[in-house]
């Protein structure tokens, strides 16, 4: 099973940036396929991007352009890099696999924007 934790949040002024980390620990990082979630206040946790083993992205319409996924095997991580951030991404962001490899929910890490 493979275990995540997430780092990297704050606060951040709109139309600023951030990166986000997915640490991960196990064995079969490279072979997972990687999501980011995110969960405002009162809302459902959504899905925002993932990242297959082969490096196929897929992204929420609401950070198409925005927000980029990668990922680097040899570190067993992942990240979320976010552009022109918007008060709506104010959230706690988590990191997990997907399918078979789904891990219980780590604590995330908080992204707010605020001026």
């Known amino acids: 099973q493979v275990q995540f934790v997430e780092s990297g949040g704050g606060l951040v002024e709109p139309g600023g940036s951030l990166r986000l980390s997915c640490a991960a620990s196990?064995?079969?990082?490279?072979?997972?396929?990687v999501e980011w979630y995110r969960q405002a206040p009162g809302k459902q946790r959504e899905l925002v991007a993932s990242?297959?083993?082969?490096?196929?992205?897929t992204y929420a319409d609401s950070v198409k352009d925005r927000f980029t996924i990668s990922r680097d095997n040899a570190k067993n991580t992942a990240y979320l890099h976010m552009n022109s951030l918007k008060p709506e991404d104010t959230a706690v962001y988590y990191c997990?696999?997907?399918?078979?490899?789904?891990?219980?929910w780590g604590q995330g890490t908080q992204v707010t924007v605020s001026s």
């Open positions: 997990n696999a997907r399918g078979w490899a789904r891990s219980p």
């Open positions: 196990g064995s079969f990082f490279s072979i997972v396929v």
């Open positions: 990242i297959g083993r082969d490096g196929g992205t």
